[in-house]
């Protein structure tokens, strides 16, 4: 697995914990997707591009109180990588503690992040980086 990739994530998660967009651009290709279509949440959408990370990001964000997401593990062959995630977080409104583990897969194009797509099993997130055995 590349170690500049992961380098990347793991940037890219600190900037996500302290709310920081402008730090993650320069990790992110211009033609950046969030891909939602895998998850369990409501919201089954993808989002594209830089109006569409900030979208996403944002509701995100409103969402909570407060939130942070800890990888755990990195599992990888290079542009494909799949972050083994821990989140922790309170809702706005409810005031609801959430402590969730999850699988999100990471695509590299370029040196750069091309796309982000969350999955509710590990399984599945390693079968669509080609990782399963």
Known sequence: MSEENVETLRVGYEAFNRRDLTALGPLLHPDFEVDLTHSMGFDKARYTGEEGLREFFESFWDAF????????????????????????????????EVDARGPHLWSFRDGRVIGLALYEHLDEALEAAGLSE
Do not use: F
């Open 65 to 96: 109180d407060s939130i942070a997401i800890e990888p755990e593990e990195y599992i990888g062959n290079g542009d494909r990588i799949v972050a083994i995630i821990r989140a922790r977080g309170r809702g706005y409104l409810s005031g609801v």
